[in-house]
């Protein structure tokens, strides 16, 4: 029993330092999402009055370095800590679908721009509130 316990002791050890993935990983997606939604603020002035155009163009800054972290952060997550790979997909997309939002809404092409910018919200919404990210690391740690 004593030469079990000390690897029990190690493998929860190994599930405690492999949270703060996840833990980055959630923060970075709470920044994309809070950086989004400052956006949608924003682009309403802009559209309804004609004001914010600057600030709606450098908000666009920050919904690009936040999505960047993003895709660090999964990385990170998916090594060194041996999580899955789809978070990487996930925050791929969110940065790559950024890239094409911004370029047609500074090309003008706002009937393609506003619904594009909804399904990023809507996905890292998805991301941050998806059922069950970080349960897997803390059951293995009671078992």
Do not use: D, Y
């Amino acid at each position: 029993m004593a030469v079990n316990e000390p690897l029990h002791l190690e493998e929860t050890e190994v599930v405690r330092r492999s949270r703060w993935p996840w833990q980055l990983f959630r923060v970075m997606v709470l920044l994309e999402l809070l950086s989004l939604l400052l956006q949608t603020v924003t682009a309403g002035q802009l559209l309804g009055r004609g004001t914010l155009g600057s600030l709606h163009g450098a908000g666009a800054t920050f919904v690009h370095l936040f999505a960047l972290l993003l895709v660090v952060a999964a990385i990170l997550l998916f090594r060194p800590g041996r999580g899955p790979a789809w978070p990487i997909a996930a925050a791929a997309v969110i940065l790559v679908g950024g890239m094409v939002q911004s370029a047609l809404g500074g090309g003008g092409t706002i009937m393609v721009h506003v619904p594009l910018g909804v399904s990023l919200i809507v996905i890292t919404t998805w991301l941050l509130f998806r059922p069950g990210s970080p349960a897997p690391l803390i059951a293995r740690a009671g078992g």
